[in-house]
C-alpha cells in the first residue's frame, strides 16, 4: 500500500464521518439541557452556545473549559444553525425550541449535532490532505499526482486529464478534496 492509498483510505467519508458522527452523538447523549422547552431568547442562545462548546469538546476530544467572546461564540452558533435551518436558521430553530414541534429542544440539538460532526469530518479530511501533501518533497509531491492520475484519472473529467493534466497536477490537494467529495455521494447513492 503506497503513501497515498493510506491517505486515501484515511480520508474515506465513511470512516471519518461514522467516526465524528459517534462522538457527536455520544456528545449529545450526554448534554444535560435546561429544560424540553425554552420559550425565552437569551435561554435559548445559551442553551446552544453551550452545547456547541460540549459536541467540539468530544469531536475534538478536549479537555478542560474552552469560552470565546459570547458574541463571537453565538455567531458561530447561528452559521451551525443557519446551514441546518436556512438564512434564518437561528430564528427557526427558536422557533422549534419554543413551541416543541419537530422534535423540539432534542430535534435542534440532535441537527446541530449532525451539522457539526458534517463540518469536522470536512474539516479534518482538509487537515490530513494538506498535512500529507506538505510533508511531501517536490519529487515526491509529483510521484504521486503521476500516481493519483494513473490509479483515478479515469473518473475524472476529460478537461482535466488531457495533455500531461497539468490542471490536476496544479492543484493535487484539492483534487484530493474533491475525491473525498465524490465518494461521500458515492456512498449516498448507495443508500
Given at each position: 500500500m503506497t503513501r497515498l492509498?493510506?491517505?486515501i483510505e484515511s480520508i474515506h467519508p465513511q470512516r471519518l464521518s461514522e467516526e465524528t458522527a459517534r462522538r457527536a452523538?455520544?456528545?449529545l447523549a450526554t448534554f444535560s439541557a435546561p429544560a424540553a422547552r425554552i420559550a425565552d431568547w437569551e435561554s435559548f442562545r445559551s442553551c446552544i452556545m453551550a452545547f456547541v462548546r460540549h459536541v467540539e469538546k468530544s469531536i475534538l476530544r478536549l479537555s478542560g473549559e474552552c469560552r470565546a467572546d459570547?458574541?463571537?461564540e453565538w455567531e458561530r452558533c447561528v452559521r451551525f444553525l443557519m446551514r441546518a435551518y436556512g438564512p434564518s436558521g437561528e430564528k427557526a430553530a427558536f422557533e422549534i425550541v419554543r413551541t416543541g414541534i419537530e422534535g423540539g429542544l432534542h430535534g435542534v440539538l440532535k441537527t446541530v449535532a449532525s451539522t457539526l460532526a458534517e463540518?469536522?469530518?470536512r474539516t479534518e479530511t482538509r487537515a490530513r490532505i494538506h498535512t500529507f501533501w506538505n510533508g511531501l518533497t517536490a519529487e515526491e509531491?509529483?510521484?504521486v499526482a503521476d500516481e493519483y492520475i494513473e490509479k483515478y484519472g479515469r473518473l475524472l473529467p476529460s478537461e482535466l486529464t488531457?495533455?500531461?493534466?497539468g490542471r490536476i497536477r496544479a492543484s493535487v490537494p484539492a483534487a484530493l478534496e474533491r475525491h473525498a467529495e465524490m465518494l461521500?455521494?458515492?456512498?449516498?447513492v448507495g443508500r
Amino acid at each position: 500500500m503506497t503513501r497515498l492509498d493510506r491517505l486515501i483510505e484515511s480520508i474515506h467519508p465513511q470512516r471519518l464521518s461514522e467516526e465524528t458522527a459517534r462522538r457527536a452523538d455520544a456528545a449529545l447523549a450526554t448534554f444535560s439541557a435546561p429544560a424540553a422547552r425554552i420559550a425565552d431568547w437569551e435561554s435559548f442562545r445559551s442553551c446552544i452556545m453551550a452545547f456547541v462548546r460540549h459536541v467540539e469538546k468530544s469531536i475534538l476530544r478536549l479537555s478542560g473549559e474552552c469560552r470565546a467572546d459570547r458574541e463571537f461564540e453565538w455567531e458561530r452558533c447561528v452559521r451551525f444553525l443557519m446551514r441546518a435551518y436556512g438564512p434564518s436558521g437561528e430564528k427557526a430553530a427558536f422557533e422549534i425550541v419554543r413551541t416543541g414541534i419537530e422534535g423540539g429542544l432534542h430535534g435542534v440539538l440532535k441537527t446541530v449535532a449532525s451539522t457539526l460532526a458534517e463540518e469536522y469530518t470536512r474539516t479534518e479530511t482538509r487537515a490530513r490532505i494538506h498535512t500529507f501533501w506538505n510533508g511531501l518533497t517536490a519529487e515526491e509531491q509529483w510521484s504521486v499526482a503521476d500516481e493519483y492520475i494513473e490509479k483515478y484519472g479515469r473518473l475524472l473529467p476529460s478537461e482535466l486529464t488531457e495533455g500531461s493534466a497539468g490542471r490536476i497536477r496544479a492543484s493535487v490537494p484539492a483534487a484530493l478534496e474533491r475525491h473525498a467529495e465524490m465518494l461521500q455521494r458515492l456512498g449516498r447513492v448507495g443508500r
